[in-house]
T-cell receptor
């Protein structure tokens, strides 16, 4: 089945630094990838939708200059959290949509801790 | 109209019981209804999905019941096991649209 690999699984960074999270579709081409943020015991909150080769579409209230999304190929999207603050600490999850199917496959998530 | 409302928020069932989780939606344009299972510290994994042209779908111990007129769908887990303890999310999307709309989640605990 479709597999999405997300790295790193855990990252700790200092306030003010930037951190990049990678999301790769391993066995299918993903024309669309999604980035979510999840707070403890809460549902997934969509941050942005990225289409290969074009700019990401951000959800209302998500700072596009803070959360930089790049979808340079059909198998790779990256989320960069810039100038990280402790309040950016969260669980970030990517998802990719198979070009030919309706299904959405999720990565295993990244636990970001900003100290 | 984009919301998917999920209940209950939490559920405790004895091993072997049949937990039932319900979701309701407003947007009649939705035509894809998946259920996801999420363990702590992991991403959601697709369990089963249904389209509105069928009223029921079974995959192993998991069954989706779909009521188009009521705009409701539910997940039943047969012969539940402690390993089924997880958070379950329903979702919905419409063809052509890109977003999945998630329910609020149900934390399921199966006691031995």
């Amino acid at each position: 089945g479709a597999v999405v690999s997300q790295h790193p699984s855990r990252v700790i960074c200092k306030s003010g630094t930037s951190v990049k999270i990678e999301c790769r579709s391993l066995d299918f081409q993903a024309t669309t990838m999604f980035w979510y943020r999840q707070f403890p015991k809460k549902s997934l909150m969509l941050m942005a939708t990225s289409n290969e080769g074009s700019k990401a579409t951000y959800e209302q209230g998500v700072e596009k200059d803070k959360f930089l999304i790049n979808h340079a190929s059909l198998t790779l999207s990256t989320l960069t959290v810039t100038s990280a603050h402790p309040e950016d600490s969260s669980f970030y999850i990517c998802s990719a949509r198979d070009r030919g199917l309706m299904g959405y496959t999720f990565g295993s998530g990244t636990r970001l801790t900003v100290v | 109209q984009q919301q998917v409302k999920q209940s209950p928020q939490s559920l405790i069932v004895q091993k072997g019981g049949i937990p039932i989780i319900n979701c309701a939606y407003e947007n009649t344009a939705f035509d894809y209804f998946p259920w996801y299972q999420q363990f702590p510290g992991k991403g959601p994994a697709l369990l089963i999905a249904i389209r509105p042209d069928v009223s029921e779908k079974k995959e192993g111990r998991f069954t989706i019941s779909f009521n188009k007129s009521a705009k409701q769908f539910s997940l039943h887990i047969m012969d539940s096991q402690p390993g089924d303890s997880a958070t379950y999310f329903c979702a919905a999307s419409k063809q052509g649209a890109q977003k999945l709309v998630f329910g609020q989640g149900t934390r399921l605990t199966i006691n031995p």
